[in-house]
């Protein structure tokens, strides 16, 4: 079927209107997953943007058309632990699945989701990755990159943006041995619809996917340019499209060709004061990173 | 104190926000230039690119004119209608 | 004391206009307080700001019920949010618009300001930012701050640019008298 | 049919929750909780117990995983003990704004630092205000009936709110005695099962679980949430009667008397010690001092009307506190029985402290507490600052 | 030279913080607190301040850094809200034990859920127990005036505890006015350095942090950490003296009376809300009522002398809680107040609560509250359970 | 210099008397460490067995010569950051280390290690490995390799040991990309006091070493079995000793020809009980570790 | 009441031992309650348990300060512990000892029931496990709990061989008054 | 209360725990067995192997007695002195 047909033939699970700011490819991200994921789905937004959008709703009002609930910035995966426990416990399959940004993924619920991991929970746990708290006015995360302005690491004299590189959470959590582990991208929608199908299917172990977003607000960028800006993003190398199907690495997105990676960082604000010498480390840390999945996915094929 | 139904907060009816009227203009496609390849589909942040019976097209209600569809159409058919 | 309530739409610069005014106040010698409403609005949903000025320290900490002056910065706000709701009697609007024809204008409001800011804004920065045109015409309509002091504050914040904003505003602000108010200085 | 058994206070516990047939259990190990968790695991692995436990990797995710399973709809149990409540205090509170009936058992253990792991209600006292219902036991007996109680309290459709039994460390979680162990099936028909139609996250009845709420609506919560408090209070005693009738035992509700009728001078005590007190107090009877003693079960929701009728025109009292308040320089249970009594006339009251971090409360103790309250009696004066009994047997 | 600048009341903390020149600052944004660590990284980033800015991944590890930090002999300083400070529980009561005289400013939010980031002490007080101080402030100079004094209350070496500054989100948090800064100087030479020797990590002078404690032992720390506290009760007024003489502003130490003299009838009240009670009281006067208020601003230790004084020989008294007790059925500084009290005779005390989750409390309400206590004066009748003042404006 | 010269050289840093048992290899470990690591070091010790044994001390006494502490099980990571940091700013250079167990590092303080890595903070983090929480009795870690019995894994009808396999948490840490990352057995002294030595030197980041202990107690073997327990688990290919020396892999003790693993599960009595099928399960697991770890070496030595 | 104080080291079941008293205890009809000392020694430190029997239900959850009966599982205790410390006058020491010659027994016992436990070990279990022989000498000695009870949960826990031990500590037991005493039953 | 100089709880005494009366009996080194391969020295926990101008001995105040150093001497060089 087309990819348009078959789309179509999905409802959209959100509310018409949430209140994500104009051009953002993370209310792209959760329509379209949960479109995929359908009406038996339980659904967890913590703290951040989607959830500060409304997207759980507002008084007494709920975002979606299927059930969703804030779980604290720290604890989702546990707390869908418990939930699909129960269901397991009473026979019925049902999807549970986190949508968390960054913060709540890779920083404050990072052990929760660790944990589950471990215990091969079969929870479908998706994170956002806009490399910041945007939510709160675009802090540092875990996940922001090198050399990033963020609120909280500002750029001035004595400082010149984030000082450490990403922690390269895809990666960490395939070493987990997760029974599915896949990177994605909103400007690759084949490839990303095809990753939510594949982790529907999946009931022998925890599913991670890990959408590399931005943010128009955050990242200073016009909010037309969403897309353009990860698809630059994949082209450079610097969001590598993957995945790991019960320990087996596979290359989904070859970028046999990168563009270069200041195409990528000239185009938005955050990066706009970077240094030479940063602009260097952020292409070694790329090159590494590349040749070291490659080679994965060459051996462990 | 506002009461509810609810003896803790549970919300059941679908809240409805008018994201529509924050866009400046209407956003429209050409169905002429229109080559179909879904692009304003798949990217639309709101999902407001509707496929019907082979055919694109906006629904304005909750556009928000962020201008993706836009950018992203390869065949310029998609624009703002800003005349007055 | 005079109350103030600012509207517009997140990303517009609400929230520092009413900072602005705060900060002249305090700078003529005066108190000065104001706080944002903070909903969770991202860039394009409504939102409003509190300001109260007096001689006296200012002690409630709350919203502004009954303002003496809504300051609307967005026009088409008006279609979705009862920007006059609790005026004082005899209270000032000062607002964002090309004419004043067609907003419905409750009696409690007796004098308006208005000024065309979106197209001055196109004009000025090429874009719409509006805000900085709209607190110039505030400062001119209320006379509760002094131009002075608004646009050393606005200066520092937003530079040069936004100076020939404000002073196009404070120049081209239409201030009528309406429901029979009587425009006192 | 009921059979003798000789349990430790995990044991019993861990015996009661089983007999309630808690659908989730995740539970984190920490001294003196952790043989409970290990009792629970060995009935599940034998097959005794069908429940599903979830190995969490911390008490927060503990928590976390029950506060899950009990929005899809799960009866839910666990247990910790001093750090392991203070790590999972987020989730912890959240459970009773959500109102989830979830029954925990704090095991309770005093609060580093210093490094300790001896038994004490510091940590339970401590969150005593995040909304949770609070009952504090004296023997095995009673950690495993209360345990039966609890899951009928907590699910009742007037509370609905979660529950602690806290009981000792070590003088209960360790110590062993003879237990009564009711029949399964008569516990069976004792609860009812859970059905929770209030919050429930289920693809069949969609709903959202704590959208973005405004202060007017946040206050109404606020309100049913201690109407709810109130009506536990009902609630307790029903169950307490009920369970009596059935079983056998009765506990009185939400407080204790004993030899209140005719008593002047009255000890107040929780947990554990209350045991060396009755002692005391028997042993000042018998010299004709005439003293009673008043046990309080239930400290969330506070008893204050009963705790006003109990305590009304006696001549002084002492509040037995193993644990402390520091901003007050006394123990925390003498500060709500002041705040309870403050329409009383005020008498003579002492705040005792003593027994923290496994020191024991002796009988000795107890009956110098009680001179000491005849003593302030007699010359009127009024302690603000913690009495310390401190036991110097053994040394 | 002071200098008047237009602050918010999370800038104003940054910058008396700033003053004082924290070693290591760690802190984990969440709303309203954000904008206060985002100000101290940006001085940071300009080189205004030379503090070590740690960035940890939760609340849990800024105070564990904090933690750690101040154990190897460091200033420190750190701000959270809510949830923040719920997730830090564990360290937070343990930095407390632990003698570390961390500063940390709670800016004030409602606790979830519901899924709010409103206003309210409601977290703060809930931990109150944890052994820290814990001062509440009404407006933005407080704010910055406080944040320069709590390092010196918290490292004097009688007192040797951490403290919290309590601000009220939004209503201070992000309200902006004219703040008086002092001079870099004057506030250097008002306090002295921090050069702990209690308890320090140094290879030169090698110690044991923590040993495992007996509870004979334990029970002397905790002695100690109460008389710790009694003598905040002493430093915190000398340093408010201290900082009067110098700096020009008065806050009265403990408590803060408002047209007490005189007053039959009383409110007392917390943090930002007192504002608009002092506005209600100017009004009541101008009737004739002869009403006063008492702002508490040190809840933790509990100014029990200082409240004694100022309620005695009152007709009744209102206590303005933007808070709940859920076991009470009031809010928690109103029972606090009946602790206190217990042993003046007792006169009709209304527990009033609201200004929940973001709701004002607007002076409409406070004339109400006045009212409401005249009435019960009249009457005589005693409230138990909250009155609920609830703000209709702009509904 | 002889090996018994060099470690003679150095002083026992831990009191003479602590009360780990009789045969303790973590006991071992800890003292070798903290001899290499010497007088200028402050160390942490969780909750925990070597808590647990009085290394820390006991009432007003202390258990160690160098300044030793207990963190919480839950925030050794963050605590060491803040300490470090400080000795930082004022200019001395003071070994900030954590000899912490397999509970507190791969459970419950993972967080706050994550954390500490990604910033790269200069701590050296020793985990001690002995697959369970012994302090406590022997539960379940996420340590705790798949079929071992355990007091929460116990052995019944409707149980056969833990259900998951082991966190792979040496290859997570390494994933993190911090400056270096080791696994050492004490049976393997020179190599583990050669990386202890290293550990030493690095200032550039994160240091993690990851021990594999045993446990006469907890695992079920008679106290002088201690050594060779752990030798047959590295002979085994069970406890693979590599290390990842700013992002370069290497084997540092290459199995060419492994024992076979039964003759390390059946030398316990944590084990006794295993299927087949477990024992099948447990031998494809250490294949393909195995298998891709030398292929990290040789791709990314 | 009867007051009992177990000493032990990690790992001899002197913890276990309290427990089958107690169970002994509640069997016969009477009441029991025992626990630990809870200190952190592994496997070799000095442990101990306390135990109580009574014809009434045990209110207090205190340790034994005033024991009428101190069981020392490990003679080598004897050089660390003060294992005689609170005993109450005429309480009985049951011990595992080749002999008492070298034991400075204190005033207040006043019978003493020993037997070489360590010895009687190696014989039957080829390893030392001293617990269930002492055990069967403390039944004999005190005669508080019965034989049946503490036998039929010897056995349930450790199975036959103890069986074996306890009886040889029962039928081998060296029962003597000491410092004036009056064997009493 | 037991008092001390602190404050808080620190310690600042080294703490002595004597270990050595755990084991049941000596442990010695034959030194005419031993070819000074150190396996002792580098497994023994309680660091009772002691390495003095060019022999190993064992110090008997800690040691407990584990038997691992006679376990892993492959001279047969340690040995329990059982005899009474
Ligand atoms: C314990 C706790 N600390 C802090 C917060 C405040 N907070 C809310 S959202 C957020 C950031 C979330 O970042 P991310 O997960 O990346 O989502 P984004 O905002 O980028 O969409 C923070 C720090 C919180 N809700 N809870
Ligand atoms: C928050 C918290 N939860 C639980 C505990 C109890 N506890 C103490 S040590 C320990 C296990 C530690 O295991 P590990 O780190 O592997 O060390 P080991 O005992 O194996 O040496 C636990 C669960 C605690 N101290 N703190
Ligand atoms: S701030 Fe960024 S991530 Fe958040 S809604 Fe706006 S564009 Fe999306
Ligand atoms: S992107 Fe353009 S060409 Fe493609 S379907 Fe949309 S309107 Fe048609
Ligand atoms: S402008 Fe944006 S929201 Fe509107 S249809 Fe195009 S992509 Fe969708
Ligand atoms: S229990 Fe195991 S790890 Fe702990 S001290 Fe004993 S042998 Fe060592
Ligand atoms: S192990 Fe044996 S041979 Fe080697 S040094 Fe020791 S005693 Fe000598
Ligand atoms: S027996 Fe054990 S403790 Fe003693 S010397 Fe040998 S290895 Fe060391
Ligand atoms: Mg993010
Ligand atoms: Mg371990």
């Keep these: 079927m087309k990819l348009a047909e078959r789309m179509s033939s999905y409802e959209d699970m959100v509310g018409p209107g949430i209140t994500a700011c104009s051009g953002c490819n993370v209310e792209l991200s959760m329509r379209t997953a949960l479109q995929i994921l359908g009406p038996n789905t339980i659904v967890a937004v913590p703290p951040g943007c989607m959830g500060g959008v409304q997207s759980v709703g507002w008084a007494d009002k709920t975002g979606m058309k299927i059930p969703v609930f804030f779980p604290l910035l720290d604890n989702t995966a546990s707390m869908l632990s418990g939930i699909k426990k129960y269901y397991e416990r009473i026979g019925r399959d049902v999807n549970v699945v986190a949508f968390a940004g960054d913060g709540a993924s890779v920083d404050a619920g990072f052990q929760a989701l660790s944990g589950a991991a471990e215990r091969g929970d079969n929870i479908i746990y998706i994170c956002y990755d806009n490399e910041g708290y945007m939510n709160t006015g675009f802090q540092r995360s875990s996940s922001t990159s090198l050399g990033s302005w963020t609120s909280t690491t500002p750029v001035g004299d004595a400082s010149h943006g984030k000082s450490s590189h990403k922690k390269d959470m895809p990666m960490i959590m395939a070493m987990h041995d997760i029974a599915y582990m896949a990177t994605a991208s909103p400007a690759y929608m084949p490839d990303l619809i095809r990753k939510i199908e594949k982790a529907k299917t999946i009931k022998d172990g925890l599913v991670y996917i890990h959408i590399y977003n931005s943010c128009t607000t955050g990242w200073g960028y016009p909010s037309e340019k969403s897309i353009d800006i990860v698809r630059k993003g994949v082209k450079s190398r610097f969001m590598p499209i993957y995945e790991v199907d019960h320990g087996k690495f596979k290359l989904n997105v070859d970028i046999k060709d990168p563009i270069p990676l200041m195409d990528y960082l000239s185009s938005m604000k955050k990066y706009k004061h970077l240094s030479e010498q940063q602009i260097e480390e952020l292409q070694k840390y790329v090159d590494d990173k590349w040749k070291n999945l490659k080679t994965l996915c060459e051996v462990m094929g | 104190m506002t009461k509810t139904e609810f003896i803790c907060a549970v919300g059941k009816e679908l809240n409805i926000i008018n994201t529509g009227d924050w866009k400046m203009y209407p956003v429209v496609i050409d169905q002429e230039k229109c080559v179909k390849c879904s692009m304003c589909f798949q990217y639309c942040p709101t999902k407001s690119v509707k496929y019907v019976d082979g055919t694109y097209f906006i629904n304005p209600d909750f556009c928000k004119g962020c201008g993706v569809c836009i950018e992203e159409c390869r065949s310029n058919a998609i624009d703002f209608v800003k005349g007055e | 004391m005079k109350e103030i309530r600012i509207h517009g739409r997140g990303g517009q610069g609400a929230v520092t206009t009413s900072e602005i005014i705060v900060y002249a106040a305090v700078e003529d010698g005066k108190y000065g307080a104001c706080f944002p409403y903070f909903g969770f609005e991202k860039k394009g949903g409504p939102v409003s700001a509190f300001v109260r000025i007096d001689e006296n320290k200012i002690r409630e900490k709350n919203q502004v019920y009954n303002p003496n002056c809504v300051m609307v910065i967005d026009p088409t706000l008006l279609s979705s949010v009862d920007v006059f709701v609790g005026a004082k009697e005899e209270s000032i609007l000062v607002i964002n618009t090309k004419s004043i024809e067609d907003i419905e204008i409750p009696e409690n409001i007796t004098k308006v300001a208005y000024v065309d800011a979106n197209a001055a804004s196109m004009d000025i920065f090429g874009r719409l930012l509006p805000n900085t045109i709209v607190l110039g015409a505030f400062v001119k309509a209320t006379n509760w701050v002094s131009f002075d002091k608004v646009s050393e504050k606005t200066q520092a914040i937003w530079g040069p640019k936004n100076i020939e904003a404000l002073e196009y505003g404070y120049n081209n602000v239409v201030i009528v008298d309406v429901n029979g108010g009587v425009n006192r200085d | ?395």
């Design chain 4, 1 to 395: 049919m009921s059979k003798k058994q000789v349990l430790n206070g995990n044991h019993a516990a861990a015996i009661g929750a089983l007999l309630a047939k808690p659908d989730v259990v995740a539970a984190y190990p920490i001294t003196p909780q952790t043989p409970l968790v290990e009792y629970f695991s060995q009935y599940v692995a034998d097959g005794v117990m069908d429940s599903t436990i979830v190995e969490p990797e911390s008490e927060h995710s503990a928590m976390s995983v029950l506060t899950g399973a009990s929005l899809a709809g799960a009866r839910t149990f666990t247990a910790t003990s001093s750090q392991g409540l203070s790590l999972m205090f987020e989730p912890y509170f959240r459970a009773s704004t959500m109102r989830l009936p979830i029954v925990m058992n704090i095991v309770n253990r005093e609060m580093i630092s210093p490094q300790t792991v001896w038994g004490g209600p510091q940590d339970s006292l401590t969150v005593r205000d995040a909304g949770w219902l609070q009952i504090y036991v004296e023997d095995n007996q009673e950690i495993l009936d209360m345990n039966i109680q609890a899951f009928k309290i907590a699910e009742h459709k007037d509370v609905l709110l979660p529950i602690n039994i806290c009981y000792d460390g070590f003088y209960l979680s360790h110590m062993t005695e003879g237990v009564e162990v009711p029949d399964q099936e008569d516990v069976a028909n004792f609860i009812p099962p859970y059905k929770p139609t209030h919050v429930k996250l289920d693809p069949e009845t969609p709903m959202a679980v704590d959208p973005l709420t405004p202060g007017d609506y946040l206050q109404y919560y606020r309100e049913l949430h201690m109407e709810a408090m109130d009506n536990a209070k009902k609630v307790i005693k029903e169950v307490n009667d009920e369970f009596a009738a059935k079983f056998g035992r009765d506990y009185f509700g939400l407080v204790e008397p004993y030899k209140m009728e005719d008593a002047e001078y009255v000890l107040v005590t929780l947990g554990s010690l209350t045991g060396s007190a009755r002692i005391a107090v028997d042993l000042a009877r018998e010299k004709g001092v005439k003293v009673g003693l008043v046990k309080i079960r239930c400290l969330r929701p506070f008893p204050k009307d009963e705790i006003v009728e109990l305590l009304r025109d006696r001549k002084a009292i002492g509040v037995i506190d193993r644990n402390v308040s520091f901003g007050w320089h006394t123990g925390i249970v003498y500060q709500e029985i002041k705040s309870a009594t403050s329409t009383l006339e005020a008498v003579p009251t002492i705040p005792f402290v003593g027994g923290l971090g496994g020191e024991d409360l002796t009988t000795d103790l107890m009956s110098e507490a009680i001179e000491k309250v005849l003593e302030v009696a007699d010359n009127g004066s009024i302690e603000n600052k913690a009495y310390w009994l401190i036991n110097t047997k053994g040394r």
